[in-house]
């Protein structure tokens, strides 16, 4: 007993903190952990009043702690539900209750006191003090960002089945046109004397037409379409469509054109950037069942310094202005989605996709603006050509003296369309050698001793593919022109190579007449098609 007194009554040693100081130092370092972590925290207390805020979270609710301090959590943490209806029940007493921590959930916006709206996502814990709750612990996120990445991944993919479904529809139904329109125009030659039925015939090849127009927009949407860019001025592309929208336009609606009158060359596909305005004017269309004013407007758009680093510096600017139901708020995956309309139930083919899949090809830019409560602006951006760019004019090919018999190699794995294509050729007095893909083509070629003028093969084979035979047989044959024909080529790289290079190119479904003047005009012209690398 006498040496417990003495201990008791030695001095305590000055350098072990008391109980006070400790409990101190721990509240001060649990402030400094809570202040660096890298999520929004509150600390409540048993009622739901807030008691504490590190900086991210004063940050993302816009309030600091001292303001937010005896307020209740609801009023700080103003949490709305992704419908814009704010989170019913008190989470607080949730977590209390269920003694189990509270998922906020991933689709949950908060509206702060200042700033935009955030996307967040969280969690509500329970602090044990003894034998009653001590309060809750919100901790949050700002998951904005990584929303807005996983929602454009999901559309990047979505996209990209849809492309890669539109590509494989559009193949099998161009090579089923060819055949279609090939044979009705066989069927219409022999029919010379039987007007009726030549009529009929010529319904047929006009709803393949109708088809094409339709595969065309299916290859713009699956990124597979091959371009042939032209020197254009837009105001000369929007006259030459201006008879054909008095087809289409009802009358009801009123165009306007304001054009640019010194409006800057691009370089585009004509037949798809007309098709594109085709397609933007019929979804305005579609989008004033009662009529109205439609105003088509071109102008130049020169860019300042800041912008140039990111885009081009001169743009020729094509707007298309409605009087439809305003677009406002209406979000652009939604906006974007094939066969969407809005204001009414019809729905619109392609609609803006097709439209933004033709100038998003020529590295132009596609916007919709809707600021009012009716009229939408349609603003196409296109790169306009420097003067030292434009490509020269070609003059006009030779023509080879008659009395030659040129030799075809014609390369097709679709057995109707190459007995199709072998006749129509023969009977125009070409001597045609024949195969069914790029093997059997570079065999014939090895066992054919006389010059070959010309190969038409197609792109999708099995084995070997069409750009694969070419650069095989130019190999041995330097001055071999080609004429590529495809419903959708796979390979649009090699592709565009070849055609970048001189090769031709023929996309079907394309009529027997077509082709077979284009190969007389390819044959009878001095150049060479493919050169070697």
Known sequence: MTQQRQDDAAPRDASVPSQDNLQAMT????????????????????????????????????????????????????????????VKGDLVELAIVSEEPVTLGKDLVLRPHTGKPRQVEGEICVCSGGASPGGAVVTFRDV???????????????????????GSVAHE???????????????????????????????IRRAAGKI??????????SGRAVLFPETVNLNALLGGIREKLDGVLPPGIKLTMSLEPHLGAVA???????????????????????????????????????????????????????????????????????????????PSGLGLFAVRSVVNAVKGHFSVESEGETGVVFVMLIPQLEEEEAPAVPTPAAVKQSGYRPTILLVEDDDGIRVL?????????????????????????????????LLITDVVMPVMDGPALALALTKTR?????????GCPEDLVGTQQLINRGAHFAQKPFSQRELLARVDLILSADDIAVMNP
């Open 27 to 86: 509240a001060a370092r649990l402030a400094s952990t809570l202040q660096s972590a890298g999520d929004g925290i509150i600390v409540t207390d048993s009622l739901g009043r807030v008691e504490f805020l590190n900086r991210v979270a004063e940050h993302l609710v816009g309030l600091d702690s001292a303001t937010a301090r005896g307020r209740g959590l609801h009023e700080v943490l103003c949490l709305e539900e992704s419908d814009g209806h704010p």
């Open 268 to 346: 585009v596909d004509a037949k798809q950037t007309e098709q594109a305005l085709m397609d933007l004017i019929g979804y305005c269309r579609d989008r004033m069942p009662a009529g109205g004013r439609l105003q088509v407007a071109t102008a130049n758009l020169i860019l300042d310094e800041n912008n140039r680093a990111q885009y081009c510096r001169r743009y020729a600017k094509l707007t298309v202005k409605d009087e439809g139901p305003s677009l406002r708020g209406v979000p652009a995956e939604k906006l974007f989605e094939p066969a969407w309309a809005l204001g009414h139930s019809k």
């Open 212 to 221: 094409g127009t339709i595969t065309r927009q299916l290859l713009s949407l």
């Open 144 to 166: 904005t960002a990584r929303n807005q990445d996983e929602l454009r991944r999901r559309e990047e993919q979505k996209m990209r089945a849809i492309g890669q479904l539109a």
């Open 421 to 453: 294509l072998h006749n129509s050729l023969e009977k125009r007095g070409y001597r045609v050698i024949e195969a069914r893909d790029g093997v059997e083509g570079v065999l014939q070629a090895e066992l054919c001793e006389d010059p070959i003028d």
């Open 478 to 486: 330097p001055n071999l022109k080609l004429l590529l024909i495809s």
């Open 173 to 203: 139904l161009n090579g089923l046109l060819t055949e279609i329109v090939g044979q009705s125009e066989a069927m219409e030659d022999a029919c010379a004397e039987q007007p009726r039925l030549k009529a009929r015939l010529g319904e």
